[in-house]
């Protein structure tokens, strides 16, 4: 499998770059894991929490690269509970 900066694909990359230099988005992010029993269940409400506040049916990083559940989990990777 091709890596992208050391990430499974642009997108996992970019998704994690915005999650992990964001301020908002990082709490956010820290908050989902603290509340949640695992990793994807903290990663789909967090995507949850983008949607509604987004108002978009896919939101996207500023630059364009659509939020996953699984582009969400893979940034959440190393955070703490």
Do not use: F
Request: aromatic share 8%.
């Amino acid at each position: 499998m091709a890596q992208y900066n050391g990430h499974p694909s642009k997108n996992y990359w970019n998704v994690s770059l915005w999650i992990n230099n964001d301020e908002g988005l990082y709490n956010l992010a820290l908050d989902s894991i603290r509340t949640t029993p695992n990793r994807r269940r903290a990663a789909e409400e967090m995507l949850s929490v983008l949607v509604h506040e987004r108002s978009d049916v896919i939101p996207t990083t500023p630059d364009g690269a659509p939020y996953t559940v699984a582009s969400i989990q893979h940034a959440m990777r190393g955070m703490e509970r």
